[in-house]
C-alpha cells in the first residue's frame, strides 16, 4: 500500500516537472521558426515567410486565452511580411488586431509605417516613424530600405461606391479598426476631392490617434470643398472653431513628429493580474465548496489564497490555505498547503491539483476540471482524492 502511494506521489512529482519543462521547449521552438521565418524575408523567399508566420500565429492563438506582449509583437511582424507579399487587407486587419491587443512600441510603429510606404502612402508611413529619430529591429536594419524599393506597389482597397465606401470607413474607425479605415479614407479624398465628408471624417480619425497638424490639415481642406453648406445640421463656423483648436493643440505637439506614442495607439498592454476562481470538489463521502483569489507572478504562473468550506457525513470543516500554479496552453498544475479546521481541531495537509483549463471564447475567464489530491501531514490519516470543477475569471 505504501509503495502505491509513493508511486502516486512519484506520478504526480513528475507531470508537475513536466510542464514548465514543456513550456521552455516550446518556447525554443518558437524562437527557432521565427527566426527560419525571418531568414526567408531576408532571402527574399516571401511565400515562404508568409507561411511560416501564419502558423507561428495560428499555433500562439490556440495556446493561450489572453495573447501576450511577444504575440501582439508577432502579429506586427506577419502584418509587415503580409504587405511584402502585397497582401495589404490582411496586413491592415492584422496591424489593427494587434493595436486593439496592447501597446505599440516602437517596433510596431515600425511595421506600420514600412506597411503603409509598401503601399506608396509616404506622408501616412511619416506619421508613424521617424527613421531619423526612430530605430528599426535588428534583423530587418540591413535589408528594410531594399525590401520597400522592391516591393513597394500601389494597390486599392477599397471596391465599393461612394456612400458605401464612406460608411465603411466611418464603421471601421467606430470598431477601432483605425488603420484600415485610414486607407479608406485617404483613398475617398484621393478619387474625390471636392467631396467634404471624407476629409471632416479623416480629420477626425487623425486627431484620435494623436496627430492634431495632419488632422487640421485635413479639416482645412473639408472646410474648403464645404463651403456654405452645412453636414448634419453643423454649420461651417462650428469646423472652423475646432480648426482654431486643432492649431493650437498642434503648436504644443510641435517638434514631435510621433504624437501618437503619447496618444491612443501607446495605451498600456492589458495584463491579467488577478483571478478570482469559484467552484466545487467531490470525493469520496465528502462534498466541498471552495474560492481562491490570486495574484500573477508571471504571464504562466500565480499565487493564491483558497478558502473553502467542505461536508462530510461526520462533520463540516472549513479549509484555509495557499498554492501555486503553474498553465502551459490548457493545461494547469498547482501544489500548495491546506488547513482543515473542525470545532476544536485542525489538520494540515499538502495539495497537489493537475488538470486542464478552458479558455472563454473572450478571455476573460475559463472552465476548470481539475484532480485533486489531499495528502495529511504528522497523522495516520489516508489521502483525499477529488475532482474539482468550477470557474475562474480573470482581471
Known amino acids: 500500500m505504501k509503495n502505491k502511494r509513493l508511486l502516486i506521489i512519484i506520478f504526480f512529482s513528475g507531470l508537475l516537472l513536466l510542464l514548465p519543462c514543456s513550456a521552455i521547449y ?4 518558437t524562437r527557432a ?23 507561428l500565429v495560428s499555433e500562439s492563438a490556440k495556446s493561450k486565452s489572453k495573447y501576450s506582449y511577444s504575440d501582439i509583437s508577432l502579429l506586427s511582424e506577419y502584418a509587415y511580411v503580409l504587405a511584402l507579399g502585397q497582401v495589404y487587407e490582411g496586413a491592415l486587419m492584422n496591424l489593427d488586431r494587434a493595436l486593439m491587443l496592447g501597446k505599440a512600441d516602437s517596433e510596431t510603429m515600425f511595421y506600420i509605417s514600412q506597411t503603409f510606404a509598401l503601399m506608396e502612402y509616404e506622408d501616412i508611413a511619416k506619421l508613424f516613424w521617424n527613421p531619423l529619430k526612430d530605430s528599426v529591429p535588428q534583423w530587418l536594419a540591413s535589408d528594410y530600405k531594399d525590401l520597400l524599393e522592391n516591393y513597394k506597389t500601389y494597390a486599392v482597397i477599397n471596391q465599393n461606391e461612394f456612400r458605401e465606401a464612406l460608411k465603411n470607413a466611418n464603421t471601421l474607425a467606430l470598431e477601432g479598426q483605425y488603420l484600415q479605415s485610414t486607407v479608406i479614407y485617404q483613398e475617398l479624398i484621393d478619387n474625390y476631392p471636392e467631396q467634404s465628408l471624407p476629409f471632416v471624417g479623416y480629420s477626425a480619425l487623425m486627431e484620435k490617434l494623436g496627430f492634431k497638424s495632419k488632422a487640421a490639415e485635413l479639416l482645412t481642406h473639408g472646410i474648403e470643398a464645404l463651403g456654405d453648406k452645412t453636414i448634419a445640421d453643423i454649420h461651417p463656423d462650428a469646423y472652423e472653431k475646432h480648426l482654431l483648436e486643432l492649431n493650437k493643440k498642434a503648436a504644443v505637439n510641435t517638434g514631435n513628429t510621433n504624437a501618437v506614442s503619447n496618444n491612443l495607439l501607446n495605451k498600456e498592454k492589458e495584463k ?13 463521502s465528502l462534498l466541498s465548496l471552495n ?13 493564491s489564497i483558497d478558502l473553502g468550506l467542505a461536508n462530510s457525513k461526520s462533520s463540516t470543516n472549513y479549509n484555509v490555505g495557499m498554492s ?5 496552453k490548457w493545461l494547469i498544475a498547482g501544489i500548495g498547503l491546506s488547513e482543515q479546521l473542525t470545532k476544536g481541531s485542525s489538520m ?45 475569471f480573470y482581471f
Request: glycine residues 8%.
Open 324 to 328: 501555486v500554479f503553474a498553465t502551459y
Open 348 to 392: 494540515t495537509s499538502i495539495r497537489s491539483s493537475l488538470g486542464m483549463s478552458v479558455p472563454s471564447k473572450s478571455g476573460k475567464s475559463s472552465f476548470d476540471l481539475l484532480f485533486d489530491v489531499y495528502s495529511p501531514t504528522g497523522k495516520a490519516v489516508g489521502r483525499t482524492y477529488g475532482l474539482s470543477i468550477g470557474r475562474s
Open 272 to 284: 491579467t493580474t488577478m483571478l478570482v476562481y469559484a467552484g466545487g470538489m467531490v470525493a469520496k
Open 26 to 29: 516550446a518556447e525554443r521552438q
Open 291 to 303: 474560492s481562491r483569489f490570486a495574484v500573477f507572478v508571471s504571464e504562466k504562473i500565480y499565487l
Open 33 to 55: 521558426s521565427i527566426n527560419d521565418a525571418r531568414s526567408a524575408v531576408i532571402d527574399r523567399k516571401i511565400d515562404k515567410a508568409i507561411k511560416i508566420y501564419s502558423q
